[in-house]
């Protein structure tokens, strides 16, 4: 059963970086077929995706944030991260970390969905 | 950019009746690229549907998918207590890559 699990501080002050771990259990982010994303609610919202990465360590991010956002893998770890740079208060929001699956699609591209989710982890950008 | 939209925003049922909600495409996308998804409070979405039909695993076969083209709806035969929660469309792109996601239907009592 594979697992996430979001880390990471609670309240970040406006203007500095938000970092997010996620650690993966049960499964292997060196695995091919699977890309490792983070997407974010904001409170009572709808959900965002914000970008991912393959094991091949590219990486692919929301043009409304491509600017500011960084993902990362860390494979001795078994662990993908997140950063945010200079956050404003519409950053705060509840962030999950989640896989993306391959499914082939005969004839066309492949298509991904989301199996499996982090709990999430909410964070305040706040003075 | 593909945008979805779902309706109806709320669906107010009874244990036992039918669900039926939509999410409708911008424009004209392939089936396979469809994907729901369950979110209850407090808790991370849970994927129910991909492939606009296939259900993911140990989802119950109360739940059914269909749809092409610009129109795609979750059907819910059935109302069980357990499924007074939020549904979101989402689709995926591959060139350039993304997903974007409808923004969510919330079937209450």
């Known amino acids: 059963q594979v697992q996430l699990q979001e880390s990471g501080p609670g309240l970040v002050k406006p203007s500095q970086t938000l970092s997010l771990t996620c650690t993966v259990s049960?499964?292997?982010?060196?695995?091919?077929?699977?890309?490792w994303s983070w997407i974010r609610q904001h409170p009572g919202k709808g959900l965002e995706w914000i970008g991912d990465i393959y094991s091949s360590r590219s990486t692919y991010y929301n043009p409304s944030l491509k600017s500011v956002v960084t993902i990362s893998l860390d494979t001795s770890k078994n662990q993908f991260s997140l950063r945010l740079s200079s956050v404003t208060a519409a950053d705060t929001a509840m962030y999950y970390c989640?896989?993306?699956?391959?499914?082939?699609?005969?004839?066309?591209?492949?298509?991904?969905?989301?199996?499996?989710w982090g709990q999430g982890t909410l964070v305040t950008v706040s003075s | 950019e593909i945008v979805l939209t779902q309706s109806p925003g709320t669906l107010s049922l009874s244990p036992g009746e039918r669900a039926t909600l939509s999410c409708r495409a911008s424009?004209?996308?392939?089936?396979?690229?469809l994907a729901w998804y369950q979110q209850k409070p407090g808790r991370a979405p849970r994927l129910l549907i991909y492939?606009?039909?296939t259900r993911a695993t140990g989802i119950p076969d109360r739940f059914s998918g269909s749809g092409s083209g610009t129109d795609f709806t979750l059907t819910i035969s059935r109302l069980e207590p357990e499924d007074f929660a939020v549904y979101y469309c989402q689709h995926y792109i591959n060139s350039p890559r993304g997903f974007t996601f409808g923004p969510g239907t919330k079937v209450d009592i």
């Open positions: 492939g606009a039909s």
């Open positions: 989640a896989r993306a699956r391959r499914l082939v699609v005969v004839g066309a591209a492949d298509t991904y969905y989301f199996d499996y």
């Open positions: 424009q004209g996308v392939s089936s396979s690229y």
């Open positions: 049960g499964g292997s982010v060196s695995s091919s077929g699977y890309y």
